[in-house]
């Protein structure tokens, strides 16, 4: 089994909108049912029930689907984002180094 989620922005409503599509064997598929995210507000130490429950059987591949979804979406973790611009930044300082080293030589 393989999950494929989509991600996209409703322009009409000002909501983004998240399909997830389950590939099942002999080319068949499974879509999730639709659902609405509705908030309730809780005192501090009230006992609550989970928002979403997802099989340990689906969970890893679904996370998977979902975070590919969101990378191409363009939401990157922090810890992504940050370990980016380090590279980025050494690229440049290695340029620089490597412009000393042999052009200046000449």
């Known amino acids: 089994m393989s999950f494929k989620v989509y991600i996209r922005e409703s322009l009409e409503n000002e909501t983004d909108e998240i399909v997830i599509i ?3 064997p002999n080319y068949k ?3 999730a049912l639709p659902m609405e995210l509705e908030w309730k ?4 130490g009230e006992s609550y029930q989970p928002t979403l429950r997802i099989s340990e ?5 679904l996370y998977k ?3 590919s979804a969101l990378e ?3 939401a990157k973790p922090d810890s992504t984002s940050k370990l980016e611009g380090i590279l980025e ?3 440049y ?3 620089d180094m490597r412009k000393l080293v042999f052009e200046e030589k000449k």
Not at 41 to 44: A, D, G, L
Not at 57 to 61: A, D, G, K, L
């Open 41 to 44: 507000e809780i005192s501090q």
């Open 65 to 67: 689907a979902l975070q």
């Open 29 to 31: 598929r499974r879509i």
């Open 72 to 74: 191409n979406y363009g």
């Open 57 to 61: 059987r689906i969970s890893q591949e």
């Open 93 to 95: 300082h290695l340029g």
């Open 22 to 24: 389950e590939e099942l």
């Open 89 to 91: 930044a050494t690229k």
